[in-house]
């Protein structure tokens, strides 16, 4: 097994982050009995969405690698949903480096909790535009790409932040947990969307050695969110570290279980009983993501798992109070 804290120098050394967040986010021991209540021994949560008094979630770790170096001035131009925690983060640690964000979005289903997002990611970016459907984002895409050469330097960062960079910032994540847990959990549960959170989630187990299932929910369409699509991000990242000297075993692939319901960032029945169970234990969940993650953890029998670690990725926006959908 690889030195952890080694690991982590050797990797910040040679790739160079930014510098966004604060490490390590939080792990908390979940309740008990909300642990009872799903049937396992012990349920702890990975805090990702405390990554940043800014604004945090699970996009920071990523945009530490794929801001990093940008002179000032820069336009990082990214793509995502109206209520896309990705194109939030970015337009709001763009400007922490003197920075600033154009993107191109395309609606998604309405809740208070994207309408919340939307609206702070309009006060944040230098420029949206906003598609009519998903099949005119291309159209979106172009104008922004195009009015973002007016503002300054342009960068481009893929939908989710989905880039063999990014997958090393959550890997990272990962080796923050040998300091948080006595033993390696039996598995970790998180969202699947564009895949760079699970990819960097498995190549950290490989790097660590550890036998801990990777259980990615999904929560946005197939052709986005699968299991090849994680498992080459993940390798992907293992080649660019390799290419930089820090060698790592291959990583293995995720198991994929599927939570979308009707599409993304339409809350399902399933996920909506997990936000109101996990919210009576004081555990506070978005609809698109971390409810529908969670849901799977209610489906009994599923898999023989009993020490689980939850992986916390949605940050409410500042202004939005905690118990919005
Ligand atoms: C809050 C939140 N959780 C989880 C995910 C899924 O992460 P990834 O796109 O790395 O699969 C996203 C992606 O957009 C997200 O915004």
Redesign the pocket.
Known sequence: MADPERLNRKIRAALAPCSLGQWPTPLERGAPALARTLGVEALWIKREDRSSPRYG???VRGLEFLLAGAPPGSVFVTVGGTG???CLATAVHAAALSCRAALAQFPQPETATSRAVAAASQAHAALVVRAATRASLPVALLSAWRGARRLGSRRWIPA?G?HPRAVVGHLLATLELTRQLPDPPDAIVA????????AGLLLGIAGLGWPTRVIGVRVAPTLVANRWRATRLARRARRLLARVGVPLPAPRSPDIVNGLGRGYGSPTVEGEAARQLAAQHGLVLDST?GAKAFGVLLRRGTWNVQRVVFWH??AMPAALPESMP
């Not at 969202?191 to 699970?198: A, D, K």
Request: proline fraction near 5%; charged fraction near 5%.
């Open positions: 979630g699970n996009k896309s925690t990705h989710g989905a969202p699947l969307g564009t895949g760079g959170t699970v993501y990725t949605f």
